[in-house]
């Protein structure tokens, strides 16, 4: 099993079952107006944790069981009178924010033993950053940060 794809994978449900949102989807171009709200999720990067997993250190086998932080990246993107916007794109904030903390799934697929070293635990939100253009409505887009900590283990995959 990939945990990476399936972490993506739940995302995507998490999304899709938002209130209100009429699009989600992962690596797309930006929706129309007509299919915002949209919640779109952009697979992220990843790096091993350990230090001493560097290129050319052959004194651990390359099917040892790594430890890995993915950062996808969630973009809220959603138009509207200009004094809605803000609490409707906060409204999904908090949705996804309690959904993705809480949701059995992406915690069953996480590091959470507390044997790991301390920042490979679970799931972290690691903050998020407004933007908006003023139009006919006002156009609001959150993008929404987190790491999910993995064992990417070559042998399951």
Do not use: W
């Amino acid at each position: 099993m990939d945990r990476r794809e399936a972490i993506l994978a739940q995302l995507l449900a998490i999304a899709t079952a938002a209130p209100g949102v009429r699009t989600a989807a992962r690596n797309r171009d930006a929706p129309s107006d007509e299919e915002s709200p949209a919640i779109i999720i952009y697979d992220g990067d990843e790096q091993v944790l350990e230090s001493s997993d560097v290129p050319g250190n052959i004194q651990k086998p390359a099917t040892k069981p790594r430890i890995i932080p993915m950062s996808p990246t969630i973009e809220v993107m959603l138009g509207g009178k200009p004094e809605e916007v803000g609490t409707k794109i906060n409204d999904l904030r908090v949705y996804l924010l309690k959904t993705i903390i809480q949701d059995e799934t992406l915690a069953s697929l996480v590091v959470s033993d507390v044997a790991s070293p301390p920042m490979a635990r679970g799931i972290h939100y690691l903050g998020c950053s407004m933007g908006s253009n003023l139009g006919r409505s006002l156009q609001a887009n959150l993008v929404l940060n987190f790491a999910f900590t993995y064992v990417l283990n070559i042998l399951e995959l």
